[in-house]
């Protein structure tokens, strides 16, 4: 007779075992409905849907964002030097995103609560983002600048490279109090600083090689190529999926890797030159 697991255990250990926590529970349930309610899969064609209208609307519509109060802060210089906004964007990216989970918290369902709650956190939200998006700004502008100061420094009698190209923010998440405070630091400092440089560095280069007598023509350029390889990495997400989940080792990590420079690139020239347009034809004073 085959005997059952539960014969073999300790009555001592099972006893002193952990027992699941219910709000762990709870909340585990919660992230899965919001999933399966949120999950574009589910619903024919709607990744599609959704890949169009982020590429072809959302996108434009952020570079626009950022690109307007990128300009306000070049035309008052005095006001917003590199190094302050640098550290400045660095302290409230931090300081929101130890606070965010809170926020996300009272949002949750505020709906039910009547018409006042649900205003009030609907403003609250939207005051958060639009200081987080200005904070995002800050620092990837300071580093910028900064970036570009010590270029000129290291090697001079180079063009004054103004065209900037800006990420969309990230999130981060974390159980662990001490270990989500370090992640935060560290991600928005270290990894967030870097990522300016990298897409500083790669703007550059797409000025200098990218026919840099025809300004016009450059951008219109950058953005055509960038959405060609946008509809190529969106198409390729199944199959990639489908490869890496079966590679292993070097293999499975240099294939993601060249997925995401890809995809990179794609962000990259999408965002130089929706920028670039929009200073040609709406801003062509500056």
């Excluded at 529970?25 to 959704?50: F, L, M, W």
């Excluded at 982020?54 to 802060?73: E, I």
């Excluded at 970036?147 to 420094?153: E, L």
């Excluded at 989940?245 to 794609?266: C, E, K, M, N, T």
Aim: hydrophobic share 50%.
């Amino acid at each position: 007779m085959k005997p059952k697991v539960s014969e073999n255990l300790n009555p001592q250990l099972s006893a002193a075992a952990p027992e699941k926590d219910p709000k762990d529970t709870e909340e585990n349930k919660d992230d899965e409905e919001q999933e399966k309610s949120t999950c574009c899969d589910r619903v024919p064609y709607a990744s599609v849907g959704d890949a169009l209208f982020s590429s072809l609307v959302v996108a434009p519509l952020v570079v626009s964002v950022w690109r307007g109060t990128w300009g306000l802060m070049e035309q008052h210089r005095a006001l917003f030097p590199y190094a302050q906004i640098f550290a400045m964007g660095i302290l409230i990216h931090v300081a929101f995103s130890f606070i965010k989970t809170r926020l996300f918290a009272r949002s949750q369902n505020a709906w039910q609560h009547g018409a006042g709650h649900w205003l009030w956190e609907r403003f609250v939200s939207k005051l958060y983002t639009y200081i987080f998006v200005l904070a995002c700004i800050m620092h990837w502008r300071g580093g910028w600048g900064i970036f570009d100061g010590v270029v000129d420094a290291v090697i001079p009698n180079m063009d004054d490279p103004h065209r900037n190209l800006l990420a969309a923010p990230y999130f981060l998440s974390s159980r662990e109090t001490a270990l989500y405070i370090l992640d935060c630091v560290f991600s928005v400092t270290v990894v967030g600083s870097l990522v300016v440089f990298v897409w500083r560095g790669s703007w550059a280069l797409l000025d200098i090689f990218l026919f840099p007598a025809d300004t016009t023509k450059s951008c219109w350029i950058s953005l055509i190529a960038g959405y060609c390889l946008v509809v190529i990495t969106f198409s390729l997400q199944v199959p990639m999926r489908w490869a890496v989940s079966r590679l292993q080792g070097a293999s499975r990590l240099l294939v993601a890797d060249f997925y995401h420079l890809v995809s990179f690139l794609a962000t990259v020239n999408v965002w130089r030159g929706v920028w670039g347009l929009l200073d040609i034809y709406l801003f062509p004073a500056q």
